[in-house]
């Protein structure tokens, strides 16, 4: 029995998983800007960082002293928390557009520039940056081409097999209705004529649909309001640009890659002539051309987004109900055991200051802000940490549910770092009692980044480090963390006193992260992934052993909830087990769906308090199949 039990688990233990998270719903985007020269290119990066539905890919800067402005994007980007995205230059020559000479020249003129406290353009130029982009997402990418297209040509001619690549081009330029060039095409137009000859699919904002599209100094106040890294940024190339109400033309470029509804389209044949006029011709059409803009829905759209990326420490959150039984249990901690113990980030054991029920909590310890990119590096703060290894993916509605005892402030701030985007999310919490064990819940959608940008932490989005911080001179004990996705309102069972164990399968390694006897199958679970039967040769049934990962001591009642699909039977039997102590808690689960996903509630009346146990096992009928999903062993709400 033991040999076999090895085999099977050194089998699984050598398969990694394949299928990780589906494909991220954010649209892939690339930006060449003239950044330094108009304002409208800040304006339009920092909407593009504001908004959530971006994965920005990159930046590249074109005309003069491109360099410059690459480093003035690196620093605007290093200052607003995304030194991830990388910035490079275009090579020379490039058009002689200047950067405003006694102002945004400043931007790059400065210490954070000088000192290397920004990070440094790529190596590689403009074009070669492009390329290795366009190559590793093909067909995903769109291009906002906010200058003069120099890059962008070169790109297309120099290497060919990137036009296939290009999803789309969304080209500031151009003048349809007035026979003059306009002047992002006439500093190249022989880029121009490259770009539109290319057969790309081409956007077109021309000159006559943002002539008059101005933000005003109402507008200006309120983007600039939230007092943010981000429109402190942007405040700051205002101060230094020469434009009091800056144009809007690249901002609804990129506005355009998110909502259609800004402007009217035509499809339309164009070609640039020598002089860099833009000529509508027979042909085909090769451009879908905004030929009249929604000026009042846009810049209120605008002005309200960037007004809406508000710090959460000036946007307090309120604790919620934790409501009924969760929809699935992505993570629970509840210090009581060193199983995971490897994952406490920050805290240490307390056992003599404990809520009821609970023998170990967690003591914040300090530490400086696990936010690198936007949290304040020198300040220090008393945290409890935990890291929910393998960093499973979230549900509709993720909450967060803990136990809490503060004393020397009434503030809290909860923070959780997501794998798939790359930062850290926080809401803060105010006026909460201290010197008392206290429950909490807090809905997670309501996360954000410091500077109120990033979205709500969403679907299918992958997390890692639970953090709670407190002030420096503050006592904070955290105890029983459960990052669930909430109840479905028809939800009867109530929320659990306690959570044991939870199994997902979700994302890590079969054999590392989940231990026993099953295959973990991509793409088949309930969500994500599940476990699936395998055949236990020596007993001669299929089954599914699990390992609880070492020995977890039950609360006065034990219960187990499951999702499950079987085929070829319509029962099963569960058991709970202390493989050391070999004690057995059978129940058998009958009237079972078949051929479909269905939950299944069991009830182990025999375990006591202070039992232990350390694997659960489902054993089927010859023949049958079972696919097991969202596994929660736990202590049942009253
Ligand atoms: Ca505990
Ligand atoms: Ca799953």
Redesign the pocket.
């Known amino acids: 029995m033991r040999s076999l039990l090895t085999a099977l688990f050194v089998l699984t233990a050598c398969a990694p998983l394949a299928g990780q998270a589906p494909e991220s719903p954010r649209i892939p985007i690339l930006f060449d800007t003239a950044l330094g020269s108009d304002l409208d290119q800040g304006f339009a990066l920092a909407l593009m960082l504001a908004s959530p539905e971006f994965d920005p890919r990159g930046v590249t800067t074109v005309c003069a002293d491109a360099n410059v402005r690459a480093l003035m994007a690196c620093r605007f980007l290093t200052m607003t928390g995304r030194r991830a995205i990388p910035v490079a230059a275009g090579a020379g020559p490039q058009p002689a557009r200047p950067i405003t000479p006694n102002g945004q020249y400043r931007y790059y003129y400065h210490p954070d520039v000088l000192f290397n406290r920004t990070t440094r353009p790529a190596k590689e130029s403009a074009v070669d940056f492009l390329y290795s982009r366009l190559k590793a997402q093909q067909g995903k990418i769109t291009i906002v081409a906010a200058g003069p297209l120099t890059n962008i040509a070169r790109l297309i001619a120099d290497k060919p097999d990137s036009r296939a690549w290009i999803k789309r081009i969304v080209v500031v330029g151009g003048s349809i209705k007035e026979p003059t060039p306009e002047a992002n095409l006439l500093a190249d137009v022989d880029a121009a004529r490259t770009v539109f000859a290319s057969g790309v699919s081409l956007v077109v904002v021309p000159r006559e649909a943002t002539a008059n599209l101005k933000l005003d100094d109402d507008g200006l106040r309120r983007v600039f309001a939230p007092v943010t890294a981000l429109s402190l940024q942007l405040e700051t190339l205002h101060q230094l640009g020469d434009e009091k109400n800056p144009g809007l033309a690249a901002v609804l470029a990129v506005a355009l890659c998110l909502e259609d509804r800004f402007a009217s389209f035509e499809d339309l044949a164009l070609e640039i002539d020598k002089e860099g006029v833009t000529r509508v011709t027979k042909g085909k059409p090769n451009a879908r051309v905004a030929t009249s803009v929604r000026a009042g829905d846009f810049l209120k759209w605008y002005v309200d987004r960037m007004a809406s990326c508000v710090s959460p420490t000036k946007q307090p959150s309120k604790l919620i109900e934790a409501g009924g039984f969760p929809n699935r249990v992505h993570v629970a901690e ?3 055991n060193d199983i995971e113990r490897f994952w406490w980030m920050s805290g240490k054991d307390e056992t003599k200051n ?2 009821p ?6 003591r914040g310890t300090l530490t400086h802000d696990y936010d690198d990119l936007l949290g304040n590096p020198k300040a220090m703060h008393t945290a409890v940490i935990f890291n929910p290894v393998p960093g499973p993916p979230m549900g509709k509605n993720p909450r967060l549910s803990f ?1 809490y005892f503060l004393k020397g402030t009434d503030r809290l701030c909860v923070q959780i770092y997501s794998l798939t985007n790359g930062y850290h999310r926080q809401l803060y919490l105010t006026g909460l009692p201290q010197g008392r064990w206290e429950s909490g819940t807090v809905d997670m959608t309501a996360t954000r980044r410091p500077d109120g940008t990033g979205g709500p932490l969403s679907e299918h989005e992958r997390i890692d480090d639970i953090q709670f911080y407190a002030e420096p001179t503050a006592e904070l004990l955290i ?2 963390v459960v990052l669930y996705d909430a109840a479905a309102p028809s939800e009867k069972r109530p929320f659990p006193r306690h959570i044991h164990f939870t199994a997902t399968f979700d994302s890590g390694v079969a054999g590392k992260h989940w231990l026993g006897n099953f295959d973990v199958v991509p793409d088949k679970g309930y969500f994500w992934r599940a476990a699936k039967s395998v055949d236990n040769a020596e007993r001669g049934f299929p089954w599914i052993r699990l390992q609880l990962r070492g020995e977890r001591a039950m609360g006065d009642a034990t219960q187990l909830a499951f999702r499950y699909r079987l085929t070829g039977a319509n029962s099963l039997r569960a058991v709970l087990v202390n493989r050391t102590a070999k004690t057995e808690h059978v129940v058998d689960v009958k009237g079972l769906k078949q051929d479909m996903w269905g939950e299944a509630t069991v009830d182990f009346k025999g375990p006591k308090l202070g039992d232990r146990v350390d694997e659960l096992h489902w054993l089927l009928p010859r023949g049958a199949e079972l696919l097991l999903d969202d596994v929660t062993l736990y202590v049942p709400g009253r």
């Open positions: 509840d210090f009581e404990t809520p029920g609970s023998r170990r909590v967690c136990r105890d029983d």
